[in-house]
């Protein structure tokens, strides 16, 4: 079976107070043999890239609305006028606060929706088949 890629870099902000933030590189990562979850890479260009993986539709539904609980909360808002999308990250090594724009991400998971439609994520893990051929047995 032939898996899908979307990916798409970007730069985000990590908020480090109300009036300041650093520009961080980023590279939002689907793949349709993982199709429940989205990678984020940041510092792409460093020797040691931060990896989260979360779910899709936690993303998905951050662009509209508050949502998520735990180690990662999404919520859309405005900045200078411009639409953005905040994602808080926990881990037992820090807390990020970090501002995407919403555009960019919006056509990025617009992509990955073409690629797996909400609702077909299961289909991508080949799980009937693998019972299929097991039960064949």
């Known amino acids: ?19 300041r933030g650093i520009p961080v590189p980023a590279r939002l990562s689907y793949r349709s043999d ?32 508050p949502c998520g609980q735990g180690d990662v909360r999404v919520w859309p808002t405005k900045v200078e006028g411009r639409g953005v999308v905040l994602m808080a990250l926990s881990s ?6 970090l501002q995407a724009p919403v555009p960019q991400v919006s056509a990025w998971l617009e992509r990955t929706l073409r690629a797996v439609p909400p609702g077909t994520e299961g289909e991508q893990l080949g799980i009937d088949d693998a019972l299929d051929q097991l039960l064949a047995r």
């Not at 989205?38 to 951050?62: C, K, M, Q, Y």
């Open 1 to 19: 079976m032939e898996h899908t890629v979307v990916e798409r870099e970007l730069e985000l902000r990590l908020i480090l107070s109300p009036e």
């Open 92 to 97: 037992p090594d820090g807390d990020a606060l």
């Open 34 to 65: 993982d199709p429940y979850a989205v990678h984020i890479t940041f510092h792409i260009n460093s020797r040691s890239p931060v990896d989260w993986t979360f779910a899709r539709e936690l993303l998905v539904e951050g662009v509209f609305r």
